[in-house]
């Protein structure tokens, strides 16, 4: 059997210098506003999916107390709303204010423009096995994430 800890070594180390490129190109598309990545991922799940506060938080693995904050501060900076949800009185729904919209489409159109750049750059070659190993490795995050939260087979196994 081969050793594939390589990989896993890869693996982090394409993820750390990923986010760290991200982390300094956000100052850059957006000087005028001081936001956190994880305010960035927030504003996204809100614009794409409408996520909850709870679903949020249980995508980005923080505690709900924490997405409260990072709500509470792109509240204050006028990027996101809280309002009534329209089904339920008891939830909040989340909505990005016309700001926050353009912030996280204008973050997320940079980071799309700068890694379609970096791709055209390479070979045909490498970038067919750049496209195959990103399947590969999203199917492999998705198993990951899957195995952390319970199937209904498996509770009632316990």
């Known amino acids: 059997m081969t050793d594939r800890?390589?990989?896993?070594?890869?693996?982090?180390?394409?993820?750390?210098?990923?986010?760290?490129?991200?982390m300094h190109l956000i100052p850059?598309?957006?000087?005028?506003?001081?936001?956190?990545?994880?305010?960035?991922n927030v504003l996204y799940l809100v614009r794409t999916s409408g996520a909850s506060m709870a679903e949020m938080a249980r995508m980005l693995g923080v505690a709900p107390t924490v997405i409260t904050g990072l709500v509470d501060r792109l509240e204050a900076r006028g990027l996101i709303r809280r309002e009534p949800h329209p089904s339920d009185?008891?939830?909040?729904?989340?909505v990005l204010t016309e700001r926050g919209t353009e912030i996280s489409t204008q973050v997320e159109e940079?980071?799309?423009?700068?890694?379609?750049?970096?791709?055209?750059?390479?070979?045909e070659t490498d970038q067919s096995h750049l496209h195959e190993g990103l399947?590969?490795?999203e199917r492999l995050a998705i198993t990951l994430e899957a195995s952390i939260y319970p199937t209904p087979a498996d509770e009632d196994a316990s």
Request: aromatic share 10%; hydrophobic share 50%; net charge positive.
């Open 5 to 22: 800890s390589d990989d896993v070594r890869l693996l982090f180390s394409a993820i750390t210098h990923y986010r760290r490129w991200q």
């Open 28 to 40: 850059m598309v957006v000087p005028d506003v001081e936001i956190s990545f994880q305010q960035l």
């Open 135 to 137: 399947g590969v490795f």
């Open 110 to 123: 940079a980071i799309s423009s700068r890694i379609r750049a970096q791709v055209a750059l390479l070979s």
């Open 89 to 94: 009185r008891r939830r909040i729904h989340l």
